[in-house]
């Protein structure tokens, strides 16, 4: 999700790299664990896990995610001047090695273009970091352009097992004729893509249920992950998952307190959880949080929708859709 601005938990200075004071290991990379990874590997060990499947997690060319954290630095449109401080800025070492620190056993690099002619190079490095991290889901992503449909083909060839789309920033409209051919090899490959489509943290020309639901009506195969809950227009979204069987949500930021601020979700809806407990996704959005990691899954606790829900959530969803073995 990007947004507003803020300070980090340190006195790293915006885009370059380094986390707070002594950075985010004790230690430092290799070495050390994060102060917060025990309240991590608690939660998922008190459920019986062999650990978490997370499948909203960024990794990116480092000048490209620098970029976003300068955004995110900025007082941008997106939050109406939210503070965004990041937690886990560092570098890309640590972040693996924090993230790994928390049991996170299969992750993604969601990465994502906001003009033309940039999908293809960050899919090409996107090849390399799935190469070089074996736990990382080999991830790529499209935008509307001459050439999608062949470089779609070419990424799923090279086996990308997870597609990012980002509406929002990319400000384009995933039913755009462009992409047809695109969800179509999506659909048949059987490979979700994570798609940021909900209106939140501020609407985009073509954000919202609607767009995204002519998508699905011609691709009712599509796997798609509506990343963030669909936030805020939740219940759209979950009317799309209980209409379109391999439609899924990602729990990425929504029920946390950072986001019950801005968007809260409906206590009314809260039993269509519990019916789609096979097909909520933990994400996290790491390390782009303005908050503990942990927080998420504590949100995701105190939902009060029981320890099976929980398991399904954060490791069997996941796993099953992957085909992840502990
Ligand atoms: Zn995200």
Redesign the pocket.
Known sequence: ?PGGSGRQTGDGTPGDGTAGVGGLLAGGPGDGVPADAADVTRFWRRLGLPGLVDV?T?FMPDRVLRKVWDYFDGLGPLTGGVEWPITYRADEDERLAVIRAFGVRAFTA?LYPHKPGMAEWLNSWAVGFARRTPDCLHTATLFPEPGVERYVGEALDAGARVFKAHVQVGAYDPGDPLLDPAWGALAEAGVPVVM?CGSGPSPGKHTGPGPIAHVLARHPRLRLVV??MGMPEYEDFLDLAERYEEVRLDT?MAFTDFAERLAPFPDRARDRLAGLGDRVLL?S?FP?IPYPYAHQLHALERLGLGDAWLRAVCWENGARLFAIDP
């Open positions: 999700m909203h960024h969601m940021h990343a963030h990425t994400g959005d782009n």
